[in-house]
């Protein structure tokens, strides 16, 4: 082989390697590129995560806030319900405190006939005859009795139990010492309770 067969032989060699390097270089150009996008969508991608979990965060931190300030209004509200409450059975009771006191020269009698057309005046005269006649130990008069009057809904076969106020509490307990002597002539003498004091008993 002559050396100028052998030199175009090596050149046609030469130009193959370099289309070959050429190529080459040109597709690792592209998946460099490719490689770049993809790095760079993950940048993206990565970028958006941080925002999202930054957000996320934020919304965690205040929605813990939130639920702070939410436990601390129960809390206020709770403590407000129980002043409250308080402040109602304390009322309650002086209401309780101050019925019993209004009601301590009071007594109930029960089976005292009733007459057709009674208004409180009637009702007076009556109670004070009924002791004069029944509980002697004493005489009894109209100042002695500062009110009394049928409590109830009138109805024609039952006589309505009589509620008696006296002047003093002495008279009172003297009339309960008598319930006994009373009871022979059918008149039950019990004390005016309170709704309370009536569930006490019971």
Same mark, same amino acid.
């Given at each position: 082989?002559?050396?100028?067969?052998?030199?175009?032989? *090596?050149?046609?060699?030469?130009?193959?390697?370099? =289309?070959?390097?050429?190529?080459?270089?040109?597709?690792?150009?592209?998946?460099? =590129?490719? +490689?770049?996008?993809?790095?760079?969508?993950? /940048?993206? @991608?990565? /970028?958006?995560?941080?925002?999202?979990?930054?957000?996320?965060?934020?919304?965690?931190?205040?929605?813990? @806030?939130?639920?702070?300030?939410?436990?601390?209004?129960?809390?206020?509200? $709770?403590?407000?319900?129980?002043?409250?409450? $308080?402040?109602?059975?304390?009322?309650?009771?002086?209401?309780?405190? !101050?019925?019993?006191?209004?009601?301590?020269?009071?007594?109930?009698?029960?089976?005292?006939?009733?007459?057709?057309?009674? $208004?409180?005046?009637?009702? =007076?005269?009556?109670?004070?005859?009924?002791?004069?006649?029944? *509980?002697?130990?004493?005489?009894?008069?109209?100042?002695?009795?500062?009110?009394?009057?049928?409590?109830?809904?009138?109805?024609?076969?039952? @006589?309505?139990? %009589?509620?008696?106020?006296?002047?003093?509490?002495?008279?009172?307990? %003297? *009339?309960?010492?008598?319930?006994?002597?009373?009871? =022979?002539?059918? +008149?039950? *003498? !019990? @004390?005016?309770?309170?709704?309370?004091?009536?569930?006490?008993?019971?």
């Amino acid at each position: 082989m002559s050396d100028s067969t052998q030199l175009s032989a *090596v050149l046609n060699e030469l130009r193959a390697f370099r =289309k070959y390097t050429e190529e080459a270089m040109e597709t690792i150009r592209s998946e460099m =590129k490719g +490689i770049k996008e993809t790095v760079c969508e993950l /940048q993206r @991608n990565f /970028q958006d995560i941080k925002r999202e979990m930054s957000d996320l965060k934020r919304e965690t931190y205040e929605l813990k @806030n939130e639920q702070s300030v939410q436990r601390l209004d129960i809390n206020e509200m $709770d403590r407000s319900v129980s002043k409250v409450h $308080d402040g109602l059975r304390s009322c309650e009771d002086e209401i309780e405190k !101050a019925e019993r006191y209004s009601r301590r020269k009071n007594l109930m009698l029960y089976g005292v006939r009733e007459a057709p057309d009674e $208004d409180p005046r009637t009702c =007076k005269d009556m109670v004070v005859t009924l002791l004069n006649d029944h *509980v002697p130990q004493r005489k009894w008069c109209d100042r002695d009795i500062v009110r009394a009057h049928r409590i109830g809904g009138k109805h024609p076969s039952t @006589n309505r139990p %009589l509620i008696v106020r006296f002047m003093h509490h002495d008279d009172k307990f %003297l *009339v309960l010492e008598m319930r006994e002597t009373l009871k =022979k002539i059918d +008149i039950s *003498v !019990a @004390n005016d309770l309170t709704a309370t004091q009536r569930g006490e008993l019971r």
